[in-house]
Nanobody
Framework: QVQLVESGGGSVQAGGTLRLSCPLI??????MGWFRQTPEKEREGVAA?????TTTVTDSVKGRFTVSTDSNRLFLQMNSLKPEDTATYYC?????????????????WGQGTQVTVSS
């Protein structure tokens, strides 16, 4: 059974940095990504890995957030954080041929980690 547990969330001031991580699913058919959600909005795709090693990043975080992996973990490096980045962040896994930032494409989900950015 796949268990995804995110780590690295916390509270920072605007302009600060955080690095989220979660375990990497080691089956080549799966690709992983990051989503976020607030009580006021639907879950939003933030950044994802693709099978060819490229990444897909949503426009609102381009230039500030980077998704990457090492041999064991998926990371989301978040720089220049803004108050509007405040959300619960989830790591998730999809079959690689599925759309990178589409929530419905993901089959495994973590429980989420809270990121709070104060102004």
């Amino acid at each position: 059974q796949v268990q995804l547990v995110e780590s690295g969330g916390g509270s920072v001031q605007a302009g600060g940095t955080l690095r989220l991580s979660c375990p990497l699913i080691r089956y080549s058919r799966y690709c992983m990504g990051w989503f976020r959600q607030t009580p006021e909005k639907e879950r939003e795709g933030v950044a994802a890995m693709n099978a060819d090693g490229t990444t897909t990043v949503t426009d609102s975080v381009k230039g500030r957030f980077t998704v990457s992996t090492d041999s064991n973990r998926l990371f989301l490096q978040m720089n220049s954080l803004k108050p509007e980045d405040t959300a619960t962040y989830y790591c998730a896994a999809r079959l690689c041929q599925s759309p990178a930032l589409t929530e419905g494409a993901y089959v495994y989900w973590g429980q989420g980690t809270q990121v709070t950015v104060s102004s």
